[in-house]
């Protein structure tokens, strides 16, 4: 299967720093990348879809100024958690759908575990 | 009523036994089926994709599929400890460009 790549796996920060995570799919070109949050025993929670060259797609409830997404070319999207709180605390986890492909199947990165003290 | 709907679990069942996991949706232009593995504290991970009615076997997964009943399911045959997982449905309106997941069915496979 395709290989989506994503860092840092785990970030500890003070409360009101920002925090950027990237998302790369390494051995394919995704034209949509998604971005969701995992509570702990909770199910997925999608954030936000990112489309290459535009602006990012974002869910009810999700604040688009305190999760900034760029989706600069077709194998890179980052997540910026801006001034984060402990209540951003959570598993951030990406995924890549690969372009041209009719079957639009979600490859996930590893997750990235945010802990804001 | 949820999009896509899956029994929450927890599945338990012991080792060497058949593993049924159900999911039923609701959209009927529905066209791409997916299930996924996740461990706990790890992303989810493919196991198997389906898009035409019947069955798709791929070593102990078989995935099932049936559309006029809006329902797909997958079987693993064989269980062992190490397939305990949340395991994901997810289903894909062609053109969607985004899958609906459902919330996961838990399976315990006790040695």
């Known amino acids: 299967g395709a290989v989506v790549s994503q860092h840092p796996s785990w970030v500890i920060c003070k409360s009101g720093t920002s925090v950027k995570i990237e998302c790369r799919s390494l051995?394919?070109?995704?034209?949509?990348m998604f971005w969701y949050r995992q509570f702990p025993k909770q199910s997925l929670m999608l954030m936000a879809t990112s489309n290459e060259g535009s602006k990012a797609t974002y869910e009810q409830g999700v604040e688009k100024d305190k999760f900034l997404i760029n989706h600069a070319s077709l194998t890179l999207s980052t997540l910026t958690v801006t001034s984060a709180h402990p209540e951003d605390s959570s598993f951030y986890i990406c995924?890549?759908?690969?372009?041209?492909?009719?079957?639009?199947?979600?490859?996930f990165g590893a997750g990235t575990r945010l802990s804001v003290l | 009523q949820k999009e896509v709907e899956q029994n929450s679990g927890p599945l338990s069942v012991p080792e060497g036994a058949i593993a049924s996991l159900n999911c039923t949706y609701s959209d009927r232009g529905s066209q791409s089926f997916f299930w996924y593995r996740q461990y706990s504290g790890k992303s989810p991970e493919l196991i198997m994709s389906?898009?035409?009615?019947g069955d798709k076997e791929d070593g102990r997964f078989t995935a099932q599929l049936n559309k006029a009943s809006q329902y797909v399911s997958l079987l693993i045959r064989d269980s062992q400890p190490s397939d305990s997982a949340t395991y994901l449905c997810?289903?894909?309106?062609?053109?969607?460009?985004?899958?609906?997941f459902g919330d996961g069915t838990t399976l315990t496979v006790k040695p």
């Open positions: 995924s890549a759908v690969q372009a041209n492909l009719a079957k639009n199947i979600q490859y």
């Open positions: 051995d394919f070109q995704a034209t949509t």
């Open positions: 997810a289903v894909l309106r062609t053109n969607a460009g985004k899958s609906t």
């Open positions: 389906i898009y035409s009615n």
